[in-house]
């Protein structure tokens, strides 16, 4: 399913006009992406949680060089599902 099928489903759903179903889709959107920005888990019931992850620094091999390299601390988001899809 991608974004604009995402919209159409909401808007045929609750018999919205299509811009007023983007409006609420991009907004959803962007709390999320703004409130894991700010280092807050986002915690959907019944969905799953989006979170910020710190990964640590480490070394790795350029394969075409052999040359190693130094891969700084980095953040991550990561979406942990709260159930398996199929489940009841």
């Known amino acids: 399913m991608t974004r604009k099928d995402l919209i159409d489903r909401v808007a045929k759903e609750f018999g919205l006009k299509k811009k007023d179903a983007e409006a609420i889709v991009k907004f959803i959107f962007q709390e999320i992406a703004e ?21 640590r620094e480490r070394k790795v091999r350029n394969p075409k060089t052999g040359e190693k390299i130094d891969i700084p601390v980095r953040k991550k988001v990561v979406f942990v599902p709260s159930y398996r899809i199929g489940s009841k």
């Not at 894991?36 to 019944?46: A, L, M």
């Open 35 to 55: 409130t894991v920005k700010k280092g807050e888990r986002v915690s959907i019931q019944g969905f799953g949680a989006f979170e910020l992850r710190k990964l």
